[in-house]
């Protein structure tokens, strides 16, 4: 009897609907991300498909028709006016379409497209058993040195799975500066960190080391993945909501509808401060600002170098891209809170990865410290809080990623018998070997300098002036002495290459094909273009540089 009053009430209690409202989904807006994750995952059938002989083409020609494709529709959604006067939120709520999204997702498009290519260099090493080889292990799942591996690398296997993870990465990273709701911007993380971890695993030499490192950058990454959910579930408490707009006007006091189920929370300043810090701090360790960055130097000495490259330029213009949206859309009434905060960050970046860098030995360990001096140097530009500071670093994001990824290729290039010489005492008497190598590696370490005729000058100008007009002025002079000191190893590593004597039975600078000359050539012409005539760049990164709120 009981049950049967049960399944009446069951019955009544439901009122019946009428129809499920459907989500409009605007698909041409948001065709960049949908074609390179359409490309990823026919590249997982790829992998299970098409015989073992041809996947490699296969995965190379999809991926570069994919992002090559997926830039296009970015540069044709900006020239429909998405990025002026057409910027609006998609997807409802959940995606922003404006001047900053298409700008990085057009840099993190490019860049991508230059870094797939030393993914794809297969010359750079001896052939092995007759089969060409690429920097990636011919079974990743093989322990290192057992007999399955040997079995592996003597069948001529590779791991042609970089490519699908490669585009998923890639997918999350277009999402992650346009993302426009918290969840969104949670996803997009993970979506872009997963295939990350996995790629930082699959060296073909070092392989100990390389799984070394994924394990830190894993634990690592797990730890800021935890604090910016942890920010995220205290900042739906206090706004009551995840979407960026709604907790901007929640910050504000302009909102008068309150959810009688958050009543007692909403609008408690504690949330919102340990909230936002926490969120803060999630970004800040994918930028890789002080002290959030102690994974920075392991994972990119221990993951192979085409990965390094990749993950070095790509992360760090969407992370940027993220940080500034939330910053500049969701907390603007925070300012006098957080900007005390990003001072503080920005000045301890900026030493503490200049200082650092000098006592560095290997050269991607080096690399990797420049990289967190150049996260503190952004940094000025974000807490400048005027739309000059958006445009300069969007500029400079631009211009420092395809620098970061023609380093990482010479990088690669120079080699002994156990793989890349990456120890910089190899490096002595490189310039008298190969003046060409030394010459191109000299021309990228000058724009990490700042060096008036590249790139990295034009950047780092537009970075410290829109920070001197934003009243930051202190911190322009603690970035032009971190710039000093910063530019004493980049000069003496070319002092090194140029004016010591090679040694006997040192590195030798193995002849790429086409794939990484491309790449490197392209680093080039990037860097002094921007260096020369940056001007039509500053002015799409000023027109691109204003927020849909």
């Not at 592996?152 to 296997?157: M, R, S």
């Not at 724009?447 to 034009?458: C, D, M, R, V």
Request: charged residues 10%; glycine residues 10%.
């Amino acid at each position: 009897m009981s049950a049967m009053a049960v399944h009446s009430l069951w019955t009544t209690a439901v009122e019946p609907i009428d129809k499920i409202p459907s989500p409009t989904i605007e698909y041409a807006q948001l065709a960049p991300a949908l074609i390179v994750v359409g490309a990823a995952v026919v590249g997982v059938l790829v992998e299970a498909l098409v015989p073992r002989r041809a996947r490699y083409y296969t995965q190379v020609f999809l991926t570069v028709v994919a992002l090559t494709a997926a830039f296009a529709a970015v540069v044709a959604l900006a020239a429909g006016g998405y990025g002026t006067t057409k910027a609006h939120i998609a997807a409802m709520g959940a995606i922003a379409v404006d001047g900053p999204a298409l700008f990085l997702q057009g840099t993190i498009l490019l860049a991508s497209l230059v870094a797939v290519f030393t993914f794809a260099e297969r010359r750079l090493d001896p052939a092995a058993h007759g089969n060409r080889i690429d920097s990636f292990a011919a079974q990743a799942a093989s322990v290192p040195g057992s007999d399955g591996e040997k079995a592996a690398v003597k069948a001529g296997f590779t791991t042609t799975e970089v490519f699908p993870l490669v585009l998923f990465a890639i997918t999350g990273m277009l999402i992650f500066p346009a993302a426009n709701d918290l969840l969104m911007l949670f996803i997009a993380l993970e979506v872009f960190s997963l295939p990350l971890y996995l790629l930082c695993a699959l060296a073909r030499r070092k392989r100990l080391l390389s799984q070394e490192a994924a394990v830190k950058y894993f634990l690592l990454g797990a730890f800021s993945s935890a604090f910016l959910l942890f920010g995220i579930a205290l900042m739906y408490g206090y706004a009551g909501s995840v979407s960026y707009a709604r907790i901007a006007d929640v910050v504000d006091g302009s909102v008068r509808t309150i959810d009688p189920a958050l009543a007692d929370t909403m609008g408690n300043d504690a949330l919102l401060l340990i909230g936002g810090a926490m969120i803060l701090m999630g970004l800040l360790f994918k930028v890789g600002a002080v002290p959030f960055h102690m994974w920075t130097p392991d994972v990119y000495q221990g993951a192979p170098t085409p990965v390094t490259g990749f993950m070095a330029a790509a992360t760090k213009v969407a992370a940027f891209g993220a940080l500034l949206r939330l910053l500049y859309v969701v907390l603007p009434g925070l300012r006098w809170d957080w900007r005390p905060v990003m001072w503080a960050i920005a000045i301890v970046t900026m030493l503490g990865g200049a200082i650092v860098a000098i006592t560095q030995t290997d050269i991607k360990r080096l690399l990797a410290y420049s990289s967190i001096a150049h996260a503190g140097f952004i940094l000025a530009g974000v807490i400048a809080a005027t739309p000059a500071g958006i445009s300069s670093v969007l500029f400079y994001l631009a211009a420092y990623s395809f620098v970061t990824i023609g380093a990482f290729a010479v990088v690669t290039l120079v080699r002994d018998a156990g793989g890349e010489a990456t120890h910089l005492s190899k490096w002595a008497g490189l310039g008298r070997r190969s003046p060409l190598v030394a010459a191109v590696f000299a021309v990228f370490l000058l724009a990490f300098a700042g060096i008036p005729l590249t790139s990295g000058f034009t950047g780092k100008f537009a970075v410290f002036s829109a920070a001197a007009q934003g009243g930051a002025g202190a911190l322009v002079v603690v970035g032009v002495i971190s710039s000093a000191i910063a530019a004493f190893f980049y000069i003496r590593v070319i002092v090194l290459m140029f004016f010591s004597e090679p040694k006997e039975g040192g590195p030798t600078v193995a002849v790429p094909s086409p794939l990484t000359m491309t790449t490197i050539g392209v680093g080039v012409a990037v860097t002094l273009v921007l260096g020369v005539a940056p001007q039509y760049f500053l002015d799409l990164a000023s027109q691109a540089g204003v927020f849909v709120r």
